[in-house]
């Protein structure tokens, strides 16, 4: 038996462009500040909590953190709503592969909390009954890079690191992955592949990749 752990922004959703944008948004009407969208990029992965906070660190803005993140997703909801397909190539498919073999099991590991990580599966017409557990990150202490999502994950598929392989698009999520002793297919959705390098593998898609990849990784 093996485990196939999805993150979800900039994995099975192409979301991460509009979390930014809702997050400048939240700057500019709450704190009258202007932030630039790649302001966020450093702290994709980490939370909501760190990744507010991190940028208002950035521009000198003390914030009211969970009312920030409360307008941040009212934005998010918002840009979602407008019809943005948001749906990445090659990831149904590949979760209907690894569905209907009987040899692995399919979990979600994401630190968006569950509210936000929801809507985006939704709008990425991602079907959460095809998974065996999802772990959001409002059930767990630890945000990426530390490895306890992904400790969860694994908990809850009843497997152990070396039977299981992650995909993640974020620095910090490789590093979580790679803590937790996982195998790790990195795709470039979010960061170049200059900088996912810490991945067993990086592509440019999904599209294409099977179960054999991935069982590669694993054995490798």
Known sequence: ????????????????????Q????VFA????????????????????HRYMQGVAEKHGVSIDLDAA???????????????VDIRFPGTHALIAEARADAGWKLA??????????LVTLEAARVDTSAFDAIIFGDMVTHK??????????????????EACVVIEDAITGIQAAKAAGCACLAVTNSFGGAQLTQADRVVDSLEGITLAD???LING
């Open 214 to 216: 991935l069982g590669e």
């Open 69 to 83: 993140i409360e307008a941040r997703h009212r934005h998010f909801v918002a840009l979602l709503d407008s019809g």
């Open 22 to 25: 809702a997050s400048v948004r």
């Open 29 to 48: 009407e709450m704190y009258g500040t202007i932030v630039d969208p790649d302001d966020f990029t450093e702290f994709i992965g980490t939370g909501p």
């Open 144 to 161: 990426k890079p530390h490895p306890e999502i992904y400790l969860a994950a694994m908990a809850a598929i009843g497997l152990g690191p």
């Open 1 to 20: 038996m093996r485990g196939l752990i999805f993150d979800v922004d900039g994995v099975l959703g192409d979301s991460e462009g509009l979390a930014k």
């Open 108 to 117: 979600i590991a994401t630190s968006s909390p569950r509210a936000k990580a």
